[in-house]
């Protein structure tokens, strides 16, 4: 049976490096297919490295076809069989794949051949170009043909930029990949179906929809293109976007771009609310926001009132330190002004020399030892 697609839009997507405990036992992500009320659109299985031997290529730390993934495999497949598409990420912060990519034609084709038949092997349904290293412009574009040319219309391409990239080409501080993203939908935006914008880590801000609405506003990359990235837990990296503010911003931002992109989540292994133990819970919680899914299942509800729980604590917490910055900001300003006081008060006093009348002597300090490195011969 044909699986029934999801709906595209608004994207939920999750990360999925993390696949096994500390103690090697794998981390199911079926609880996405068999929990009430999720809607998980894609699934990225993460990290695909190029190494310096082209035949060392590997998923983390092993290579894909390691027996410690076949569970992982067979995973991928049932959620392709249920309308969950399956992307692989080749990158990230560990660097060198793109940079063995971005070499000459016979280097390029060295090390391409093994990330094509691993996505031919595994039926792979795209891959996210997570470009965390210098790269030029026709070195990413040589790569997306060759995928385009080589998997089809329907194969997946898609790139993971870091938020301040989208706010123009002009200052290459403010981007990870080297190539500029508005040069490269000037070049194949086309290709590209959209981007895991890395909103955190310092790179953007999704306290407020002004960042999102800032790339948008630039005209390049529209706003089904842009899904908001976050980080799931702020044991996974910075940035942490605290509930009260996505449960502002991301419906906003919803019902203000009629094909709002959506989101993804770094990651999955642990993502809040339900941590380790329950990681699909921020999936739930995004499938309720995102779609207006309030209500769909009882199993719900429990997460719901968790978040909404933890969004009043964390927002009783910022006022508590916004009252803390206001008595800080006051005493400061109390001691300038005490400060201000009494130097006015000195200026105003009279000065001991005035008009050529002496004052009282300044006294002298006692006496005390000389020091010379020639002390001990005198003695």
Not at 33 to 50: D, K, W
Not at 52 to 76: G, K, Q, V, Y
Not at 143 to 172: E, K, M, N, Q
Request: glycine letters at 10%.
């Amino acid at each position: 049976m044909v699986p029934v697609p999801r709906p595209e839009l608004p994207r939920i997507i999750t990360y999925y490096q993390t696949h096994h405990t500390p103690d090697g036992r794998p981390i199911s992500v079926l609880p996405l297919l068999t929990e009430p009320g999720i809607s998980v659109t894609h699934v990225i299985v993460a990290a695909i490295h190029l190494n310096e031997d082209p035949s060392a290529i590997t998923l983390n730390d092993h290579h894909p076809d390691h027996a410690r993934f076949d569970t992982l495999w067979a995973e991928m497949r049932v959620l392709q069989a249920s309308g969950v598409r399956v992307l692989g990420m080749l990158g990230g912060a560990a660097k060198g794949s793109f940079a063995r990519l971005d070499g000459g034609p016979a280097q390029f084709e060295t090390y391409y051949a093994p990330l094509r038949e691993l996505v031919r092997a595994r039926a792979l349904d795209g891959l996210d170009l997570d470009v965390e290293e210098d790269m030029s412009l026709a070195g990413v574009v040589r790569l997306i043909d060759r995928l385009r040319a080589d998997f089809g219309r329907d194969f997946i391409i898609t790139l993971a930029p870091v938020a301040s990239a989208l706010l123009g080409d002009h200052d290459p501080r403010r981007n990870l990949s080297g190539f500029g993203y508005e040069a490269l939908h000037a070049a194949r935006g086309s290709e590209v179906a959209w981007l895991n914008t890395q909103f955190y880590c310092g790179w953007g801000d999704c306290s407020s929809p002004h960042m999102y609405n800032a790339a948008v506003a630039r005209g390049v990359w529209p706003a089904e293109k842009i899904v908001v990235g976050l980080i799931t837990n702020p044991a996974s990296g910075g940035g942490w976007t605290p509930w009260e503010a996505l449960m502002y911003v991301l419906p906003l931002l919803a019902g203000h771009h009629a094909r709002f992109g959506g989101v993804m989540g770094w990651e999955y292994f642990n993502s809040l609310p339900g941590g380790e133990d329950r990681p699909w819970e921020w999936a739930m919680f995004m499938t309720a926001l995102l779609r207006g899914e309030r209500a769909v299942a009882d199993g719900e509800q429990p997460v719901l009132k968790a978040i909404e729980s933890e969004a009043q604590r964390e927002h009783v917490e910022l006022e508590e330190e916004k009252e803390k910055q206001m008595e800080k900001k006051a005493e400061e300003e109390q001691k300038c002004a005490e400060g201000k006081a009494t130097q006015q008060q000195q200026q105003q006093q009279p000065s001991h020399e005035v008009d050529g009348q002496q004052g009282p002597e300044a006294p002298v300090p006692g006496d005390f030892d000389y020091y010379s490195d020639r002390q001990k011969d005198l003695d």
